[in-house]
T-cell receptor, first 112, second 109 residues
Framework: NAGVTQTPKFRILKIGQSMTLQCTQD?????MYWYRQDPGMGLKLIYY???????DKGEVPNGYNVSRSTTEDFPLRLELAAPSQTSVYFC???????????FGPGTRLLVL | GQNIDQPTEMTATEGAIVQINCTYQ??????LFWYQQHAGEAPTFLSY????GLEEKGRFSSFLSRSKGYSYLLLKELQMKDSASYLC??????????FGGGTRLMVKP
C-alpha cells in the first residue's frame, strides 16, 4: 500500500519559472490537502479539496493553483516561482471530516 | 482566528518522562492532533483528542482540556529514536488543521 506519494522529491527553480508538484493517493480518500513548511516552522495550508472537482483556498494560497480531476490526484501548480516559495511541500489526504490526515514524503523546492 | 503555541525546543534524558505542552485558540474547535516529524521526513500521526481527558497509547499519552484551550503530549521511557519534532494541530469545524511551530525534542543518553 503506497499511501500518499509525491514527485519530485527535490527541485531547483529559477525565479519566474513554473512547475507542477504531483500528489497521488491510493486510499480512495475524498479529502486532500497541500501544505508548505518553512525551516523550523509548522505547516501552513495552501489549498484543499473535499472531492473530485472541488477545491478551496487555505491560509496561504497566493502564488499557487490546484485542480482535482480525479479522486487520486491533486497537483499543485506554481506559475511564477519566487524566492519566498522556497519551502518543503507536503501533500496529505484523509477519508473524511473527522479522520486523520496522512502525509506524503514531501517535495523540497528551492527557488533561486 | 487561529493561534497555536508550543515550546520551540526541549531536552530530556533517555529513559525519562517528558511533557510537551500546547495552547490553542481556534474558532469552531473540533479536535486536537499530535504529529511526530523526524528531520527530513513527513509528519506521522500520534494521537487525537476531541473530548476532555487523557488518551493513552503505549508510551505516548495525550491530554486535552477544552475549557482551558490546553493539551499536552506525554512521552514515557524515552528512547533515542524519540528525538524528533512534535507538532500540535487544532482542527476547526471545517476540518482544517492549524499547526503550531513544533517542539524539537532532543533525547540525550
Amino acid at each position: 500500500n503506497a499511501g500518499v506519494t509525491q514527485t519530485p522529491k527535490f527541485r531547483i527553480l529559477k525565479i519566474g519559472q513554473s512547475m507542477t508538484l504531483q500528489c497521488t493517493q491510493d486510499m480512495n480518500h475524498n479529502y486532500m490537502y497541500w501544505y508548505r513548511q518553512d525551516p523550523g516552522m509548522g505547516l501552513k495550508l495552501i489549498y484543499y479539496s473535499v472531492g473530485a472537482g472541488i477545491t478551496d483556498k487555505g491560509e496561504v494560497p497566493n502564488g499557487y493553483n490546484v485542480s482535482r480531476s480525479t479522486t487520486e490526484d491533486f497537483p499543485l501548480r506554481l506559475e511564477l516561482a519566487a524566492p519566498s516559495q522556497t519551502s518543503v511541500y507536503f501533500c496529505a489526504s484523509s477519508a473524511g471530516t473527522v479522520e486523520t490526515q496522512y502525509f506524503g514524503p514531501g517535495t523540497r523546492l528551492l527557488v533561486l | 482566528g487561529q493561534n497555536i503555541d508550543q515550546p520551540t525546543e526541549m531536552t530530556a534524558t533517555e529513559g525519562a518522562i517528558v511533557q510537551i505542552n500546547c495552547t490553542y485558540q481556534t474558532s469552531g474547535f473540533n479536535g486536537l492532533f499530535w504529529y511526530q516529524q523526524h528531520a527530513g521526513e513527513a509528519p506521522t500521526f500520534l494521537s487525537y483528542n476531541v473530548l476532555d481527558g487523557l488518551e493513552e497509547k503505549g508510551r505516548f499519552s495525550s491530554f486535552l482540556s477544552r475549557s482551558k484551550g490546553y493539551s499536552y503530549l506525554l512521552l514515557k521511557e524515552l528512547q533515542m529514536k524519540d528525538s524528533a519534532s512534535y507538532l500540535c494541530a487544532a482542527r476547526n469545524a471545517g476540518n482544517m488543521l492549524t499547526f503550531g511551530g513544533g517542539t524539537r525534542l532532543m533525547v540525550k543518553p
